[in-house]
Every structure is written in structure tokens, then in C-alpha cells.
């Protein structure tokens, strides 16, 4: 039997009853599992490096500079060519086109073209029979450089007022008059480091030409249009030469929003000078060196506040450390700058934003785009001002908390109506016991010298749209066949985060279907053009209100010829109902497939397409004012640890999150992205530490050598529930983005572990760590509170 018909058979006596009974017909708002987890587990997904290659295929591989910042004296390549295998090697000067893949600004070449700006940018193609031999090929290229002052570190380039984009600065009222004025001020400065995106499935493209100078690039990309337009332009040809399809990712996380471009246009390059199909894989350890991570950031900072906790007036002062060009560093200060607040009224602050110009790879996207940096720097800072005063953190957080109808105005002038951060944390508090537990903490402390536990809790309020305002809209695909199955396309990208499935499910509901009668197809951009990126957590949000439009379209066709075929003039409509694979017209039910086939002979249209432009959002980048978000997700997370203060070793024995996704579209693949992101923050703020010599290069460029967490990382204990709430803003269905606020719950670990460390010495010091709090740092900062300690 057709297994692709076998669920239809399956549930066809449920259907009958419930179409008996008149059960509420609901796709969304319930648990599924992910539309493609039978192919993932079984090995059958496909992925770009899957796809059967064209007979005559070759392979590329990138050679890359040894030096941060040197102009280019003689690239000899003759032992590259000589390379048994090597069919072509190709250089700037091969480019027919722009030699640029900058997503804002032309400032990121494609190929070194005379000057190369970090260790690992690519100089030039090798093109080879084999991925190995052109891998092989690639090291054997002789380079003389002239070396150039090289500037490494966030603080270098501010140092010497070298940045990609002018400064930013967000201020409302007076802060530094405040925080003088304060009974209390403090200041302090600190360090959050950066992120490897670590996908598991790495950077390719696949290009293969096509007749009348078309190329076709399969990509492993978040954004298809993006590379259509940088390959176009690589090549020197009009956007609909180029195809750029994506069925799946392994992982994505930012890294192949913009990053993904240099590889879609060499693989191109190669294939449009061979007329020959060529793929790109750059090994692990290539593709490390060459792609940017998440942006690191130094904060220097004071603030003022009275006696209760409560901050009168708070100043900030944020680098970045972005790499030789701008690629998105620009928005990522921007949501960085609007995050600074957090969950948190601030009366009078100041909000200052610097992107440093360096010598590193150009960093870029990673789940969270600047938000989890700019609410770091308050969590930091009400930590500070908690430990100070002697009081529990989680009530000088809740002092400082948003309100409901006053004190609500953020920094740069949006007004927040959705506030549920309250009401959140009081559950949060109540189910996971904090209370007691801090309790039994501090006494377990007291009996412990090796030893030590910390607990805290922390608050999370994020927006959710693209700061670019015209980026926050979409477009779909919807067709029906006339044995009543459904194809959606869209333009998001699917990189294991249930977008499909989401999609899926909101037509299926539209339409009154069952879900396994919606097929999702691979993101392309012949389909769907002028598409957004599949980042900011905006994808179900935008494609699913696109695909429900389309369907929505098709469903009042469909119900008008029902209303005058079965409806015999008493039925209009917009009664007749659509549920449980059937159409009920009055007292009529007729199968889904039966009106459809009626619908084709009737000369009924059965494909539309949908478009969502998402309402209410402005924004002045030059003011940093206005609406720059649709609504805001919230969520809380409460972690408890213990360290060694004798090694440093650190284990997380306990974390409680609860997260607030509105009224869910599917509550089972919503809690796992709230797990997943809670992991992969914990593990940026714990191990993963990104490490350059002093020469420029990258150390930390490998699983070896870069630690992500694993299953033995993950807490004894982790309950993680949704919080029962209903978006006040008309998002698909009600629901709240999921993708990235939950990033932002491990703050709880980096405070839990400062409030272990600060165990030491009788809580009564501020060990000064910076993240990720590895083993070396937790031991840094006992030795710290025990040197405060001594006096």
C-alpha cells in the first residue's frame, strides 16, 4: 500500500465520528511530531551534500591567508595547478561580476583582491576532481605578504576608534545626573564572549549551470534570495538567471543567514567558468576559520539606586568586536541597543553602541541577533546592585520589573501592552520551590568549604519582528490537486526547527484537513520571490500568516461552489464549514476531495498565493525611536548549581523554565526549541570560549578544541512548561515566536555560578567573571572574593 495514503485510510473512522459528533476540527494548538523526524532518524532526509551529483561534477575548495592583515606581494600558484586532479584555479580576477557578498554594505569580497583582512579569508578556488584533492591543492600556494598592523580585540579597535558603522547612542532622561545623585552608585566594566554557531550540518552550495546562462545553486542557507542576489551579481547576470533552492538544514542558528553567500557564489564562480556542475564543502575546520561567530562585547557601565534595589539612573557603554567588515553588525547593535532594558523600567539611561572594526572573521547572525548581549549587561548590572545591598536578586529584580499601565514606555519609545513578565514569574517562583531552595543553599554553603551551590532566577522580555521594517513580510504558495492533497511553498527555510510542520499544520487547519494531506516543498526561489531571511523568530509568525492567506483564498472558493451546488439556496457561504476532511453544507456533508473534483470541472481556480506584511511596525535608525517590535515574548528560568572551588568544574544540578509562546501551534515542537535554546545559551555562557593567538588565528577551530555542550551537560533536572497566554496582537493563530527568547533563560546558570562563587567569601563581594564562566574563569573569580576577602 502507498504509504503516503495510509494515514487518510487510518483516520477515516475518526473522522466520520467526529463530523457525527460536531467535535471542534483543530490542526493547530496541537502536539506533532516534526513533519520530516521519520527521515532524520532514519537517515533518508536529504541534505544539499545528499542531492545525487550531475555526471561530470566537480569539487572546490578555498585557499586561505595566514596572515590577519597583509597586502598581498605574489601569490605563486603553480604548485596548486601542478596538482594531479586540479582542473582550474581561479582568483579575483576570474570574477566577472562584483567582487562583494556584504548583505548591507560592499565591503566583504568574495576573493582577497590585493589586501587580506583576518587568518583564513579566502585568497582564491581550487577546482579538482575530488573534495580531497582540491582541499590538498589549496595548501600548496606560495605567499608573500607584507604584514600591516593588525587590531584583534573589541577594545583594541576602540582604542583606536576603528569601527565598521558610526557609533549609536539611545538616551532618555539624564543617567549619569541619576546615578550621582543615587544613595548608592556603582560601576563596573566586564567581558561577554562570542559563539560559534556549530550547525551540524556545515557550510555548502552545489551550482550547476543551466541553458541561456542559468545557474541553479542548491545552498544550505537561511536566506535563498539573498544568495540569488549575491550570485547574480558575482556573475554579472539579472536575478532570474539564478535559482537557489534549500529543502532542509542541519542547523543554522544565523551562521547561514548571510555567511552562507561566499560559498553559493564560488561554488557559482567555479561552475560558470567550467559550464560544469561543482559543490563546495569546506571541512569543519575551514569553515570556522573562515565564517563569523556571534558577536563578542565589552561593556563598561554605572548605575545608581536606592537603598531597595530600585535604579534611578544607568549608563552602558557596549562594544563588539565585528570583524573586517560590517556584514550584520549594524542590526545586531541596533537589537542589542534595544535590549538593554530587558524585562526592566529604567527611568533615566543611556544606551551607547560602538562596532569595532578588527581583523577576525567578520561576525554575524546567531540566535538571538545582539538581544541576548544587550540584556546580558542589566542582568549583570541588577546582579551587582542585589549582592551590594545584601538582598535575594529575584526581589530587586522584581522591583525593577515593567509595569502593567505606567512606567511601561521603553528607552526608544515603544509602549509595551502585552506585559505578562509578572504573572510569569510569581508561577515560576511558586513551582520551583525558589524560595526554599535558596534557603537550603545557603546552609548547605555554610557546611560546605569545597563545595559550593548558587541558584538564581532571571526574567526575559523579547521582540519579536526584524528591525529592518521592510524585511518583516512574506509570501506563499498554496495548490490543491484534484485527489484532494495540498502543496504548500514558501519562503522560509527549514533548518530542523519545525517551520514546515507549523506551516503544514496551519493550512491543514484552514482548509479543514488532516494534516498528512499537506506536502511542504523546498524553499525556492523561482517560486517565492523577494523572501525575507528565516531569522528574528519571525518564521512561523510570517510564512504561516502568508500560507494561511493562500489558503483562506482557496477555502472561499471552494466554499462558494459549495453554497450553490449542495446549499440548494439556503445555505450562503460563509456557513458552510470545513472540518474533518469534509465540507458541510447545511445538513450535506461531501467528502474534501469530492468538492475539489467538482471544483476543476467547474473551471475553479485550485492554487493561490498569500502575502503578510506585518502591521504597526516604524522605526528611525538615525533617532533609534519607534515601534520596532510587533509584541514581545517573555519567559523566566531559575537554575541552581554547584562548583568546585578547588578546580573550577562546574555542574548544573537543577534548571525550571517556563517560557511564554502564546497560544502555541504546536506545544511539543515549542518546548523543544525552548530545551534546545536553553542549552545551546548555557553552553555560550559556560564552555564555549573562542580563542585567537596573538599572529590573529583562530585556535578554537574544531570540536577538538571548541567545546559545545553535550547530553552529559545537560542539568540532572530540567523542567521546562509554556506559559498559558494568548498573544494580544493578531500573530497566526495567537501564538508567539519561539526561535530565539529562550536563548536568553540561561542568564539563571552565568548568576547561579557568580552566586556560588560569591559563596566564598559570605556573599559579600561582586566576583568580577566574565562569560563563558569556564572552569579557568569560576576559579579566577574565587580567588578574587577570597583576595576581597583578606582585604
Request: aromatic share 8%; hydrophobic share 40%.
Amino acid at each position: 500500500m502507498n504509504q503516503q495514503a495510509e494515514p487518510f485510510l487510518d483516520e477515516a473512522k475518526a473522522r466520520e465520528e467526529a463530523v457525527t459528533t460536531h467535535e471542534p476540527f483543530a490542526q493547530v494548538h496541537v502536539s506533532r511530531p516534526h513533519e520530516s523526524a521519520h527521515l532524520h532518524v532514519s537517515g533518508r532526509a536529504t541534505y544539499t551534500d545528499d542531492i545525487p551529483v550531475v555526471a561530470g561534477t566537480l569539487h572546490a575548495a578555498l585557499g586561505l591567508s595566514q596572515k590577519p592583515h597583509a597586502r598581498i606581494v605574489a601569490m605563486d600558484l603553480a604548485k596548486v595547478r601542478a596538482t594531479p586532479g586540479v582542473v582550474a584555479v581561479l582568483t579575483a580576477e576570474d570574477i566577472p561580476g562584483v567582487n562583494d557578498c556584504g548583505p548591507i554594505l560592499h565591503d566583504d569580497p568574495v576573493l582577497a583582491d590585493g589586501v587580506v583582512q583576518f587568518v583564513g579569508q579566502p585568497m582564491f578556488i581550487v577546482v579538482a576532481t575530488s573534495h580531497d584533492t582540491a582541499r590538498l591543492a589549496a595548501r600548496r600556494a606560495e605567499v608573500q605578504y607584507e604584514e600591516l598592523p593588525a587590531v584583534l580585540t573589541a577594545q583594541q579597535a576602540r582604542a583606536a576608534n576603528q569601527s565598521v558603522l558610526p557609533p549609536m547612542k539611545l538616551a532618555r532622561g539624564e543617567a549619569s545626573t541619576r546615578a550621582a545623585r543615587a544613595p548608592h552608585r556603582h560601576e563596573g566594566e566586564m567581558l561577554l564572549g562570542g559563539q560559534e554557531q556549530f550547525y551540524l550540518e556545515g557550510q555548502i552550495a552545489y551550482a550547476v549551470p543551466k541553458d541561456d546562462d542559468g545557474m541553479h545553486v542548491w545552498c544550505s542557507t537561511q536566506h535563498p534570495s539573498e544568495m540569488q542576489h549575491l550570485v547574480a551579481h558575482v556573475l554579472g547576470v539579472h536575478s532570474h538567471n539564478v535559482l537557489v533552492e534549500c529543502r532542509r538544514m542541519g542547523g543554522g542558528f544565523g551562521g547561514k543567514e548571510s555567511q552562507s553567500g561566499i560559498f553559493a557564489c564560488c561554488a557559482a564562480l567555479a561552475a560558470w567558468k567550467l559550464l560544469c556542475p561543482v559543490k563546495l564543502r569546506p571541512d569543519r575546520d575551514d569553515d570556522m576559520m573562515i565564517t563569523g561567530k556571534r558577536h563578542d562585547f565589552h561593556y563598561t557601565y554605572e548605575v545608581g539606586y536606592d537603598d531597595a534595589g530600585t535604579i534611578e539612573g544607568v549608563s552602558v557603554d557596549m562594544t563588539s568586536r565585528c570583524g573586517f567588515s560590517a556584514d550584520l553588525s549594524g542590526p545586531v547593535m541596533t537589537r542589542a541597543v534595544c535590549h538593554f532594558d530587558n524585562a526592566y523600567w529604567l527611568p533615566d539611561v543611556s544606551i551607547a553602541g560602538f562596532c569595532g572594526k578588527t581583523n577576525t572573521q567578520s561576525n554575524t547572525a546567531f540566535r538571538g541577533f545582539g538581544g541576548p548581549q544587550g540584556a546580558f549587561a542589566i542582568e549583570y548590572i541588577m546582579d551587582d546592585v542585589a549582592r551590594s545591598l545584601g538582598l535575594d536578586s529575584l526581589d530587586v529584580r522584581r522591583r525593577n520589573l515593567y509595569g502593567k499601565t505606567q512606567n511601561n514606555e521603553t528607552p526608544y519609545g515603544q509602549v509595551i501592552e502585552d506585559n505578562v513578565i509578572h504573572e510569569l514569574m510569581d508561577e515560576l517562583v511558586e513551582t520551583s520551590g525558589y524560595r526554599a531552595r535558596r534557603a537550603a543553599i545557603r546552609e548547605f554553603n555554610a557546611n560546605n568549604a569545597v563545595l559550593k551551590k548558587g541558584i538564581a532566577i532571571t526574567p526575559v522580555k523579547f521582540g519579536i519582528a526584524f528591525n529592518v521594517t521592510h524585511f518583516n513580510q512574506a509570501g506563499a504558495l498554496v495548490h490543491i490537486y484534484t485527489d484532494g492533497s495540498v502543496l504548500v511553498n514558501h519562503g522560509g527555510t527549514e533548518m530542523g526547527q519545525g517551520l514546515n510542520t507549523k506551516v503544514a499544520q496551519v493550512v491543514a487547519h484552514e482548509l479543514g484537513i488532516e494534516f498528512a494531506r499537506v506536502r511542504v516543498t523546498a524553499t525556492d526561489t523561482s517560486k517565492v520571490a523577494n523572501t525575507s531571511a528565516t531569522a528574528a523568530s519571525t518564521g512561523s509568525d510570517l510564512n504561516g500568516k502568508a500560507a494561511q492567506d493562500a489558503a483562506r483564498q482557496l477555502r472561499e472558493r471552494l466554499a462558494a461552489l459549495a453554497a450553490t451546488t449542495y446549499g440548494k439556496g439556503e445555505v450562503s457561504a460563509a456557513d458552510v464549514r470545513f472540518e474533518n476532511e469534509s465540507v458541510v453544507v447545511g445538513e450535506t456533508v461531501v467528502p474534501f476531495e469530492t468538492l475539489v473534483s467538482k471544483a476543476y470541472l467547474a473551471r475553479v481556480q485550485l492554487w493561490s498565493d498569500g502575502f503578510y506584511a506585518t502591521p504597526k511596525l516604524y522605526w528611525d535608525q538615525a533617532t533609534l525611536r519607534g515601534r520596532p517590535f510587533y509584541y514581545y515574548s517573555y519567559g523566566a528560568a531559575v537554575s541552581e548549581v554547584v562548583i568546585d572551588t578547588l578546580t573550577g568544574e562546574m555542574r548544573v544540578l537543577r534548571a525550571d523554565a517556563l517560557h511564554d509562546v502564546g497560544a502555541s501551534l504546536n506545544p511539543a515542537l515549542d518546548v523543544g526549541q525552548v530545551e534546545g535554546g536553553f542549552i545551546q545559551g548555557m553552553g555560550w555562557l559556560t564552555t564555549e570560549e573562542l580563542w585567537w593567538k596573538p599572529d590573529g588565528k583562530l585556535m578554537t577551530h574544531a570540536p577538538s578544541t571548541y567545546k559545545i555542550p553535550t547530553v552529559n551537560d545537560t542539568p540532572a533536572e530540567f523542567n521546562v512548561k509554556l506559559f498559558k497566554n494568548r498573544n494580544a496582537e493578531d500573530s497566526i493563530h495567537r501564538s508567539k515566536a519561539v526561535g530565539e527568547p529562550p536563548l536568553l533563560l540561561p542568564f539563571s546558570v552565568f548568576f547561579a555560578i557568580r552566586d556560588a562563587v560569591a559563596s566564598v567569601a559570605d556573599y559579600r563581594f561582586n566576583p568580577p567573571m566574565n562569560a563563558p564562566a569556564t572552569a579557568e574563569e569560576i576559579l579566577k573569580g574565587v580567588r578574587a572574593v577570597q583576595a576581597m576577602a583578606r582585604g
